[in-house]
């Protein structure tokens, strides 16, 4: 007999049919006449109960059984008596699939901390915390693909290993084959010699599939980029990994404008279709947390975000200076602390920034008239600040050349982009979302650490 999973179960079976089910056991109760063991599986929030009467011959495995063991069992499906659960499992037939050391299972049944389950990576996943988090996970990855494939985009691969550096801020992990002890040097020179590394010069992982998606975009006309991408940011907070994934759109012949109506009819979509597919995992977590709030999630997707340039968000913050630990004036970055300010405070909900200072930005930026700012946007949300950062992109080979050469970027390494400008440029924009900062929002979870599988961060590599 193929086994069910416990979401299968719960939402086609009907009671009085024999089954067989597989899972983790979560606990178990002994009673002179019967034993309880309540088992997960991972596929839903929900437990399964199996009830094992003293008279079954499966009752003398239970001394073999404790929190932690993989156990398979069969038996009869019937509505269950008990408060808060449907079915249970009348078990007739039960195997020990593998045991488990009670003495050392990290996961007893009481309640532990985030911190501590930060430090069983491995073990996490089986609390109801975890499988909702992972769960949520898959289903908003699903959605961005089900958000763009609907709309016609084209799902773009680009690549992990790259000699470019999108946003130019020099935070890359650099890829080499060379001997670390010993590397080849230059002529009468402490330079390495690159041209003996593997791809004959410096390679680095990614920090953006942006580059290459425009190759696609300026081809294909609207295409998305998701997955890993990585930066070596001394950034040790709740909101910065080392690697994470980011889920980049491009549109062609598109202009800032139709770009951040892109970012915020994807962001409402997606929430408001999460709320629906998440539901139990989304009402448990608020169960254990008191976040996510739900209705207000479900309020901002119904909610069109407000919109206000850098400028203006300038004007705001500067007479609550004393608020803050950073500076605002203009110029200066906006800090997470005043990204939360604005949409906790000042909006009460998501907030599209625009237009901002052209020294804060990257380089493919397309310069404003006014020569000061350029076609960026930043969508900014509450508890997490910056979710979206993204920009129409500079398309005029002059402006382009002259921003570069102002930057220090050799033209010759990025001579292809450059090109793009030269054969039938077109207007284009484009963003990248943050999937954890996604993840994060939704879930309520306060810290990225939380929404990651293995996360990487400054002296972070144990799992
Ligand atoms: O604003 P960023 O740096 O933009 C880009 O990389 C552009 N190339 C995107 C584009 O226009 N195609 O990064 C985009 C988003 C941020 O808004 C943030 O949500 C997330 O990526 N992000 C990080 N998430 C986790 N850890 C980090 N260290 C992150 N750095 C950026
Ligand atoms: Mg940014």
Known sequence: MKRLSIKQLLAAAEADQNIVVSGWVRSKRESKNFAFLSISDGSCAAVLQLVVDASSPAFAL??????????????????????????????????????????DYPLQKKGHTLEFLREIAHLRPRTNTFGAVFRLRNTLAFLIHQFFQERGFVWAQTPILTASDCEGAGQMFQVSTLDMKNPPRLPNSSEIDYSKDFFGKPAHLTVSGQLEGEFLALSLGNIYTFGPTFRA??????????????????????????????????????????????????????????????????????????????????????????????????????????????????????????????????????????????????????????IIGGSQREDRVAVLEQRMQALHIPLADLQWYVDLRRFGSVPHAGFGLGFERLVMYVSGMQNIRDVTLCPRAPGLITF
């Open 62 to 103: 239970l001394k073999d059984i404790a929190t932690g063991a993989a156990i398979s069992a069969r038996g009869l499906l019937r509505a269950s008596p008990g408060a808060g659960q449907q079915f249970e499992l009348q078990v007739s037939e039960l195997t020990v699939i593998g045991e488990t050391s009670p003495l």
């Open 233 to 386: 940011e001394n950034s040790n907070t709740a909101r910065h990994l080392a690697e994470f994934w980011m889920m980049e759109p491009e549109i062609a012949f598109a202009d800032l404008e139709d770009n951040m109506d892109l970012a915020e009819d994807f962001l409402r979509w997606v929430i408001a279709k999460a709320v629906e597919r998440s539901a139990e995992d989304l009402r448990l977590l608020a169960g254990l947390y008191k976040s996510p709030d739900v209705a207000l999630l479900e309020k901002v997707a119904a909610t069109p975000f407000q919109r206000i340039s850098y400028t203006e968000a300038i004007t705001i913050l500067a007479p609550q200076q004393k608020k803050f630990h950073y500076p605002v004036a203009w110029g200066s970055d906006l800090q997470t602390e005043h990204e939360r300010f604005l949409c906790e405070q000042v909006v009460g909900g998501p907030l599209i920034v625009y237009n901002y200072p052209k020294d804060l930005k990257a380089f493919y930026m397309r310069l404003n008239d006014d020569e000061k700012t350029v076609a960026a946007m930043d969508v900014l949300v509450p508890g997490v600040g910056e």
